[in-house]
Nanobody, 115 residues
Framework: QLQLVESGGGVVQAGGSLRLSCAAS????????MGWYRQAPGKEREFVAG???????KYADSVKGRFTVSRDSGKNTVHLQMDRVVHEDAGVYYC?????????WGQGTLVAVSS
């Protein structure tokens, strides 16, 4: 059974950078998509960024130009590089892997943004 483990969360100053990682227990080349979602307190989980076949990437408008998602297939890891972080980026970040209709989620990693 696939497992996803996120790491890299913590406190980041507004305007700063943070890098999240998601390590998968299986071969990530088999997945249709892998990416990141986040959930802020009192809000629904929302899409942040995803990677797809042939190296395509997609971003939420709110993070476009500031965040970069990437896959390291050799290490079965997906990263989210967060630059120019703003307060609205705070929340629990979840790694997601999709294969057909099935989604697998990590346990989440918390990102807090300080002034």
């Amino acid at each position: 059974q696939l497992q996803l483990v996120e790491s890299g969360g913590g406190v980041v100053q507004a305007g700063g950078s943070l890098r999240l990682s998601c390590a998968a227990s299986g071969n990530i080349r088999t997945f249709t998509a892998m990416g990141w979602y986040r959930q802020a307190p009192g809000k629904e989980r929302e899409f942040v960024a995803g990677t797809y076949a042939a190296g395509r990437a997609k971003y939420a408008d709110s993070v476009k130009g500031r965040f970069t998602v990437s896959r390291d297939s050799g290490k079965n890891t997906v990263h989210l590089q967060m630059d120019r972080v703003v307060h609205e980026d705070a929340g629990v970040y979840y790694c997601n892997a999709r294969l057909g209709p099935n989604d697998t989620w990590g346990q989440g990693t918390l990102v807090a943004v300080s002034s």
